[in-house]
């Protein structure tokens, strides 16, 4: 059961040789994709079965928590210090929620990962090899899914569930269009394409997205069982 | 589509001048470089003063995680690499596009030297800052342990946790802490002195003498039209 952790890049130095006992699993997703859906109903079945589960997600340490959106907001930071500062959050939320949980044996659900950060700098010009050493020190995942929604549809259900577009979401300081919808329209593009990108690189299992939460949860929860169905057998 | 491709550049052309110093504190390079500015201004020459982990914004974002006392070498290198970028992004290099003399009181090199003390990995740590321009001069403050030591002591005898390195479970003590953590320090600035080429001031000289060296090799880089303004009475 317990096994070596074992990073992209570059090691938090004293955690280089750090056992682990959960397993770690990442739902990656634009937002309005269903993921905090997706997760709840995973937890509660991997509960019933018995598995203790820890919920993770970026943006949601105590080091810096809201103070990064409120300088968002007020347009003061540069593109690589935003970068930096989330880096600085992520490696906060990995080093005292993510690999603690992982080494008591707690199955970990993150909500998002370095993939979405990499994706959101992609874009924005930021170089690749630069973010993929930033993020060396991330600790690679058991399982990856990216929930891949149709932009078309993606904007629906954003209406649906805001009835107004983010403006982060919508990538409006790419200053893509005038128009928010267009605009919100390229930039998901242009991210989904970073996912694609990305895929093979990460080994992120694509789940079509379009389909109804039920159906997309039975896909997800059978994929997940088998996986650790699979890590019994062995 | 106005889909924004601009790439991190790694030398782009500055009409200005960065000038760097770097050293252990209490090594004098403070000093210097506040006397450099004020000859500059003197001048009538354009400066810009920098200083290391200085970025109000970032001060503000951070200030509740530093209160924790809860930061890892990665969180602390990566909060530092914030408040440079802040600094770059904001001030040093739309600075130096306009002209300026930018002076900078460290720079990525003080991140090397501490990140890699606290067990970063060294081509992790430079690769983050690869954005970083190459300054035109590095003045690197050489001065004995001892000496370093005694000049911070004898001014401010309470240590801060970080600052004294009392993260790294060197001693118990902050003040033997602090001793041996410079030393560390100042192994790793040797070894950058030699592959970044720094200029080499010893710190043991007296101020004014400090203050000459610096200057005429200050001189000789200014570029002929900012070196033009020397004279002029109105400040740009």
């Not at chain 1, 080091?63 to 970068?83: D, P, W």
């Not at chain 2, 035109?136 to 050489?142: G, L, P, S």
């Not at chain 2, 410079?182 to 070894?191: F, L, M, N, T, V």
């Not at chain 2, 710190?203 to 020397?230: C, D, H, W, Y």
């Amino acid at each position: 059961m317990t096994r070596k952790a074992s990073f992209y890049g570059h090691a938090i130095p004293y955690l280089e040789d750090v056992e682990i006992k959960g397993r770690f699993i990442i739902i990656e997703g634009p937002d309005a994709s269903g993921r905090s859906t997706q997760i709840e109903l995973l937890t509660s079945k991997l509960e019933a079965d018995g598995h203790a589960v820890l919920n993770a997600g970026l943006r949601r340490s105590e080091l810096i928590g809201q103070g990064i959106l409120e300088a968002k907001r007020s347009f003061v930071l540069g593109r690589k210090t935003i970068s930096l500062f989330y880096a600085a959050d992520f490696a906060d939320q990995l080093e005292n929620k993510i690999i603690p949980g992982l080494r008591s044996g707690y199955v970990v659900l993150s909500d998002r990962y370095i993939y979405t950060l990499m994706a959101r700098e992609a874009v924005r010009g930021i170089s690749r090899s630069w973010s993929r050493n930033l993020y060396g020190f991330a600790l690679k995942p058991d399982l990856v899914f990216y929930l891949d929604v149709d932009p078309n549809e993606l904007v629906h259900r954003v209406f649906k569930k805001n009835s107004y577009l983010d403006y982060y979401e919508s990538g409006t300081d790419l200053r893509l269009s005038d128009n928010m919808l267009e605009s919100f329209g390229i930039y998901q593009t242009l991210l989904r394409r970073e996912f694609q990108r990305m895929q093979k690189r990460y080994n992120i299992i694509s789940i079509d997205g379009n389909r109804s939460i039920i159906e997309i949860n039975q896909d997800l929860q059978k994929r997940i069982d088998d996986y650790l169905a699979n890590l019994q057998n062995h | 589509m106005a889909y924004n491709k601009n790439k991190i550049k790694k030398n782009i052309p500055t009409k200005g001048k960065l000038i760097v110093v770097e050293g252990i504190d209490g090594s004098g390079k403070s000093t210097q470089l506040r006397l450099l500015e004020k000859w500059l201004i003197s001048r009538n020459i354009p400066v810009f003063f920098t200083e290391w982990n200085s970025s109000e914004t970032v001060k503000q974002i951070t200030r509740k995680g530093k209160k924790r006392g809860s930061l890892t070498a990665i969180t602390f290198s990566l909060l530092h690499a914030t408040d440079f970028a802040d600094r770059y992004e904001r001030n040093i290099l739309p600075l130096l596009h306009a002209g300026y003399v930018v002076l900078a009181d460290r720079y990525v090199y003080t991140a090397f030297a501490r990140d890699i003390v606290r067990g970063c990995n060294p081509t992790w740590v430079k690769k983050i800052y690869e954005f970083a321009i190459k300054p035109e001069i590095v003045f690197y403050f050489k001065v004995p342990i001892d000496i370093a030591v005694d000049r911070i002591l004898a001014g401010r005898p309470t240590l801060k946790y970080y600052e004294a390195g009392m993260d790294l479970n060197l001693s118990n003590d902050p003040y033997e802490s602090y001793r041996i953590f410079q030393s560390r320090i100042i192994e790793q600035y040797e070894s950058l002195s030699l592959s970044e080429n720094f200029t080499i001031v010893d710190g043991t000289m007296e101020i004014e003498e400090s203050q000459k060296f610096v200057r005429s090799a200050v001189m000789k880089l200014l570029p002929p039209n900012i070196a033009s303004t020397v004279g002029r009475t109105t400040r740009p």
